[in-house]
């Protein structure tokens, strides 16, 4: 059985910055992309930034500042990432997902697995 296990969510005042991690466990073959997601109050669900095996990273559009990411994610291991939430303000408050497509053996076509969310708060 494949599990997410997220952490590092909390309260932080604007400006802070929090690092959020993943990790796949269970019995599994391979991991393929990652990714973060968050659900803000009132919202649907979005992707925050998604990450490949080889380590190529995309963003989208929506969480880019002056073409830049604000939030970088990274590829910690084979079956774990982070993303490093610097600057945050009071409009990142979500639940933060982690999502990972999952092979448990060679030839399956992969299966996407999600975390049970992390609360990220940003407020005074």
């Known amino acids: 059985q494949v599990q997410l296990v997220e952490s590092g969510g909390g309260l932080v005042q604007p400006g802070g910055s929090l690092r959020l991690s993943c990790m796949v466990s269970?019995?599994?073959?391979?991991?393929?992309?990652m990714a973060w997601f968050r659900q803000r109050p009132g919202k649907e669900r979005e992707l925050v930034a998604r990450?490949?095996?080889?380590?190529?990273?995309?963003?989208?559009d929506s969480m880019k500042k002056n073409y830049e990411p604000r939030f970088i994610i990274s590829r910690d291991s084979s079956s774990s990432i982070s993303l490093n939430m610097p600057r945050l303000k009071v409009g990142d408050t979500a639940v933060y997902y982690c999502n990972a497509e999952v092979k448990t053996t060679w030839d399956d076509g992969g299966v996407s697995h999600w975390g049970q969310g992390t609360q990220v708060t940003v407020s005074t």
């Open positions: 269970g019995n599994f073959w391979i991991v393929n992309d």
């Open positions: 990450i490949t095996r080889d380590g190529v990273r995309t963003y989208p």
